[in-house]
């Protein structure tokens, strides 16, 4: 029950919770993402998907960071190419997290740290950008 709460909350979240206005362009951008669970029997695999951003997507780093209404972003802090933010999810995926990206040019890693009804996992993100959108 508790990894299809935690894979349900990183599908609402990702790609969305790596990206940072400043940092990041509109475009085709392909997203890796590898969960990590202690206690997990074996290794998740990593899920590869392909997200197109518009100027619109990319214009607010709070709805960038998580589209979902029942998360509320704090702590947004960007230094160069580094932005940290922590959040707060209430509801049925309620969570606390914690972030950092580091973005080099069109591409970023990205470390989040996530803690729900007692469970702990860290998600980690690749992207990069592919081009314009068709």
């Not at 973005?103 to 989040?112: A, E, I, L, R």
Request: proline share 3%.
């Amino acid at each position: 029950m508790r990894k299809a709460i935690f894979t349900s909350l990183a599908l609402l979240l990702v790609p969305a919770v790596t990206l940072a206005a400043d940092t990041i362009r509109e475009g085709l951008w392909e997203v890796t993402t590898q969960m990590e669970m202690p206690g997990m029997p074996m290794k998740m695999p990593a899920t590869v998907m392909k997200h197109c951003y518009t100027k619109n997507d990319v214009s607010d780093q709070k709805k960038i960071i998580s589209r979902d209404k029942n998360c509320v972003v704090t702590d947004l802090k960007t230094s160069s190419n580094k932005v940290s933010w922590k959040m707060k999810c209430t509801g049925e995926n309620a969570a606390t997290m914690t972030g950092e990206t580091v973005f080099g040019n069109d591409s970023y890693t990205s470390v989040m740290k996530m803690n729900s009804h007692g469970q702990k996992m860290t998600m980690k993100v690749k992207g990069k950008r592919l081009g314009t959108c068709k």
